[in-house]
């Protein structure tokens, strides 16, 4: 039996449809977010997939965790793949999936953890960056790495055009690894 996979994400969710679109050794149960507009849910409703959105303005954190948890508990999910969700989940909530949660970061890990990667790339003169896929745990981006793409940073580029070539190379690395994983 497919393996279920729960997706949470904060936007236009280009990971999450490359996800979506290469599931085969696992189920996309639901895909959850902490913004109702946010591209991606209507992307993923259209597609007929099982969506949840809770926001966490003006209510606890706990509550709002509470409401995530739920939602991914009910739709039967055993692995989390964040993809692009931009909120750190808490020590609590981690411990309650630890683990099983795990995330892509547009660095090579363990350099640029946290915002800005690729302008902290291009400003330290690096010749090539990258993404990774790290299992999630209480410390930001610090979990272990279980893959990760290297791209070229080319002269001239920016923040901008490195983020762009950075992407297709999560597009790859990000179906893989989860596949991968959840044969672990
Ligand atoms: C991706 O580049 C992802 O690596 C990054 O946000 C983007 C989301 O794009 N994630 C982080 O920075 C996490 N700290 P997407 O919504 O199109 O998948």
């Given at each position: 039996?497919?393996?279920?996979?729960?997706?949470?994400?904060?936007?236009?969710?280009?990971?999450?449809?490359?996800?979506?679109?290469?599931?085969?050794?696992?189920?996309?149960?639901?895909?959850?977010?902490?913004?109702?507009?946010?591209?991606?849910?209507?992307?993923?409703?259209?597609?007929?997939?099982?969506?949840?959105?809770?926001?966490?303005?003006?209510?606890?954190?706990?509550?709002?965790?509470?409401?995530?948890?739920?939602?991914?508990?009910?739709?039967?999910?055993?692995?989390?793949?964040?993809?692009?969700?931009?909120?750190?989940?808490?020590?609590?909530?981690?411990?309650?999936?630890?683990?099983?949660?795990?995330?892509?970061?547009?660095?090579?890990?363990?350099?640029?953890?946290?915002?800005?990667?690729?302008?902290?790339?291009?400003?330290?003169?690096?010749?090539?960056?990258?993404?990774?896929?790290?299992?999630?745990?209480?410390?930001?981006?610090?979990?272990?790495?279980?893959?990760?793409?290297?791209?070229?940073?080319?002269?001239?580029?920016?923040?901008?055009?490195?983020?762009?070539r950075v992407l297709e190379a999560e597009h790859r690395?990000?179906?893989?690894?989860?596949a991968e994983f959840v044969r672990r």
């Amino acid at each position: 039996m497919s393996v279920k996979v729960g997706i949470l994400l904060s936007g236009r969710g280009s990971n999450m449809m490359a996800l979506v679109e290469a599931a085969r050794d696992y189920d996309i149960a639901l895909v959850a977010s902490d913004k109702p507009d946010a591209a991606g849910i209507a992307w993923a409703r259209e597609r007929g997939l099982a969506t949840f959105t809770q926001s966490p303005k003006g209510i606890p954190k706990a509550e709002y965790e509470a409401a995530i948890h739920a939602a991914l508990v009910e739709a039967g999910v055993e692995i989390i793949a964040l993809a692009g969700y931009m909120r750190l989940l808490s020590e609590a909530f981690v411990a309650r999936w630890a683990g099983r949660i795990i995330n892509i970061h547009p660095s090579l890990l363990p350099k640029y953890k946290g915002l800005d990667t690729h302008a902290r790339a291009i400003e330290a003169g690096d010749a090539v960056a990258g993404c990774s896929v790290h299992i999630v745990t209480e410390e930001l981006d610090g979990g272990e790495v279980l893959g990760q793409a290297e791209v070229p940073i080319v002269p001239g580029d920016t923040p901008d055009s490195l983020a762009a070539r950075v992407l297709e190379a999560e597009h790859r690395l990000y179906p893989h690894v989860l596949a991968e994983f959840v044969r672990r």
